[in-house]
């Protein structure tokens, strides 16, 4: 008879983690980490910080965008969080925190990364968002190609990733999504932000998204802020920076 309390408090919490759809493993496991590249880019750019995360134990999706509008995007990147179970960090770089911001609405998104990434609140796009700081100089290395955006080689190297060696700067030369301009006219209507624990990496030498729209944008998210001495490119240049960040918030958030 005496084991019969410790027979009933075992079949609860066993009830209770299935009730709650975790089993005690489902619960101590660690959140998947996907990554959403930004314009001109695609998911090799997080190559440098996806190794680590496996070594590490963490699964890893590089999404990999089309940038023909938000929407795609947005459902390319729910797409990748379907594919995993459990919990999941979202880390956008660029054009991917737009992304982010959106898909972060899912219910097992715990917390969002932002590496010097576009924050909007509802009802922006981003010529709006980039109102609150001056210009960068990134459109005048823009090339259109049959209606798609292209970054040239000289905006690779002036505007794009300035502190990386010529070798790094062709590969993300030659490995660039082009863009659809539509993307342009993507309107937010989730930030995410404003309901899940966000972090933030400043790109302090970015020439692509003004250092100061970052931090503005890290500042109304209430994010905690990482400023790196960093190209726009920063999970290139300053890959273990930006990994420490992702490690932090996979630890922290929902806790």
């Known amino acids: 008879m005496k084991m ?147 970054v040239s080689k000289e905006g690779v190297a002036e505007a794009f990733a300035g502190d990386l060696p010529k070798q790094e700067q062709e590969v993300i030369y030659a490995v660039q999504q082009p863009a659809s301009p539509k993307v342009f006219a993507g309107v937010g209507k989730h930030a995410a932000w404003k309901t899940k624990p966000s972090w933030y990496v400043v790109a302090a030498k970015d020439k692509t998204i003004n250092p100061q729209l970052e931090e503005w944008m890290a500042k109304r998210a209430k994010a905690k802020t990482t400023v790196l001495d960093a190209s726009h490119v920063a999970m290139v240049s300053k890959p273990k920076e930006v990994l420490e960040v992702i490690l932090e918030a996979a630890k922290n958030a929902g806790n």
């Open 4 to 150: 019969l309390p410790l027979l009933l408090s075992s079949s609860l919490f066993a009830l209770a983690s299935t009730a709650l759809g975790q089993t005690p493993s489902a619960m101590n496991a660690k959140p998947t980490i996907v990554l959403v590249h930004g314009l001109w880019a695609d998911g090799s750019s997080w190559s440098k910080v996806i190794t680590p995360l496996v070594d590490q134990g963490f699964k890893v999706i590089a999404v990999q965008n089309p940038t023909t509008s938000l929407e795609d995007d947005v459902a390319a990147t729910n797409a990748a969080i379907e594919r995993t179970e459990g919990e999941v960090i979202l880390v956008g770089h660029s054009w991917g925190g737009f992304v982010i911001t959106e898909a972060g609405a899912h219910p097992r998104v715990k917390g969002l990364v932002y590496v010097a990434a576009f924050a909007p609140d509802t009802g922006e796009t981003v010529p709006k968002l980039s109102e609150n700081a001056p210009p960068t100089k990134l459109s005048d290395f823009l090339k259109e190609t049959k209606g798609l955006l292209t």
